[in-house]
């Protein structure tokens, strides 16, 4: 049997205790039928008059908090009310709303940039404050969207990077748990609160892998962590990884009736899907991340976020997996951001990330993250010109670089586009930045036939003949790079043989079209024809 993993750590306060793993950066987010009455997307709008609502919420949090409380901790809380009604932190945010940025983008973007001037510093102590100002930050947005952040369950051990105070201060010690923490400081509040109400305490353990109730162990005095068997400390830092469009696949292998090897992926918009993703299968080949976000309170949650990618990578294993980023605009809103001026253009896709780069920003940061924990690639939605490929590939790298400032664990994921615009798909030798192409057919049919959104669907086998010219064309201009098709044309057996003989070779389908497309696939040759017998 194997052994437990010890991990080396630095004792923060003394003391033993196990209990399960409660991650903190895994925070369930309500599904839909859980969404209280008062819809929080609608909550998170208003201007400058709902953030000081949320402010004021926020105060009277924690003034409620602080009764009863010893003198340290009323210390702390006094410190955190005192930040929230700083005007300088107020005229800040202002200076945003004024520049058109949505109020929560706007709030995220201003404790942000506190933020991280504290990690930055040379001094310890200041570099302790991060994580009060990073409390206040969520707390605020808890209020905005209407969804404070819940406790943790009784003798629990605290796993994440770090432990706002606040949250240390409403748990329920007296059933034991302790806090083991990625990072941490000594000198910050929580190891301070935790000392004095012995809590059993360990800081810079390093990321390792667990999962949500596993056993976990924390020696306050060695200054250790100890983890079930099969758990495993994460390199800080990894090397990027191959497109997960390349051809290199784990799960069953698929050829046609001539014996040239087929990937067959899936396509996602609820990460619930991956939990039944098929062994043999290639991986996931879309993966829709605007299906995940629905309300600009989550667009501006980079914690939730890359604990949905994370929650989907991990479950893929080994196999790819290319997540989109948010496609919205145009026919798909994202609540809470319809009186944005981008929104009002028209703009769509990249152009709207692009257009408003604070919803990028946090997106790519999350992505980031995410791509330590398998084998990730970055789809790109709606892209017309290639400089919106170098653009958003400077945010990323930029995003990049302010995580390796604050020492947390990314990789640069390869990013790729979805090709779904006619003029696109006609130049696609220009897009030497894109690291792989995936054929979007559904809008690629709607822009090619002239169809509107209700039509289209009506239109789509007339159109069919030349969207399989397109994309035949197109395939001889990819140099070579990972290619996919990912839209409705790739789950239909009738389209199959046109897609075989246009040269592609991966195919990316909603899971249950998976076994229609996989049966007609090794019915057929390369070239679309039907193998001899059948």
Known sequence: MAEPLRLKAKSA?????????????????????????????????????????????????????????????????????????DPTIAEATGARLEADENVVFAWVATLDAYIGELEAADEEQMRARAVDILDIKNRVLGALAGTPIAD????????????????F?????????????????????????????????????????????????????????????????????????????????????????????????????????????????????????????????????????????????????DRPVTIRMLDIGGDKPL?????????????????????????????????????????????????IFPDEIDRMRDIFREEAEKLGRRALSHRMPPIGMMVEVPAAALMLDA????????????????????????DIDADAGKAAPAVLRLLAQAVKLTAGKPVSICGDMAGNPHYLPGLLAAGLRHFSVAPARRPAIRSAIIGLNADGTKAAGE
């Not at 943790?152 to 949250?167: A, I, L």
């Not at 609540?335 to 769509?348: C, F, I, M």
């Open 169 to 317: 201060l409403a748990h329920d010690w007296s059933k034991g748990g302790g806090i083991a923490l990625f990072a941490g400081s000594t000198a910050g509040h929580v190891a301070l609160l935790a000392r004095a109400k012995s809590v059993p305490m360990v800081i810079g353990t390093g990321r390792f892998s667990a999962a949500d109730g596993d056993p976990v162990s924390v020696d306050g005095n060695a200054g250790a962590v100890i983890l079930q068997a099969g758990s495993m400390l994460i390199p800080p830092l990894a090397p990027a990884q191959e497109p997960a469009g390349d051809t290199q696949t784990t799960g069953g292998e698929l050829r046609t009736a001539d014996g040239v090897p087929i990937l067959l992926s899936i396509n996602i918009n609820d990460p619930a899907e991956i939990d039944a993703l098929d062994p043999a299968t290639a991986g996931v080949g879309l993966m829709r991340s605007e299906f995940s976000i629905t309300s600009v309170a989550d667009a501006a949650n980079e914690e939730q976020q890359l604990a949905i990618y994370r929650r989907v990578l991990e479950q893929a294993g």
């Open 152 to 167: 943790f369950p009784p003798g629990s051990v605290f796993v994440g990077k770090d432990m706002e105070p606040s949250r």
């Open 335 to 383: 609540p809470g951001l319809e009186d944005l001026p981008a929104l009002a253009s028209g703009l769509r896709g990249i152009r709207l990330l692009l257009a408003r780069p604070e919803i990028a920003r946090v997106q790519a940061r999350a992505l980031l993250r995410a791509a330590v924990f398998g084998r990730l690639s970055v789809m790109l939605p709606m892209v």
């Open 13 to 85: 306060s003394p003391g033993i205790a196990s209990g399960p793993a409660f991650l903190a950066e895994e925070p369930k987010a309500p599904c839909a039928a859980e969404q209280p009455d008062t819809a929080p997307a609608s909550r998170a709008v208003g201007g400058y008059g709902a953030l000081e609502k949320a402010i004021d919420i926020s105060i009277s949090e924690l003034e409620h908090l602080a009764d009863g409380a010893d003198a340290e901790s009323r210390d702390i809380i006094d410190f955190q009310i005192e930040v929230l009604r």
């Open 431 to 454: 897009f030497g930045a894109a690291a792989f192409f995936s054929f979007g057919t559904n809008d690629l049919t709607q822009y090619l036939a002239a169809s509107a959104r209700d």
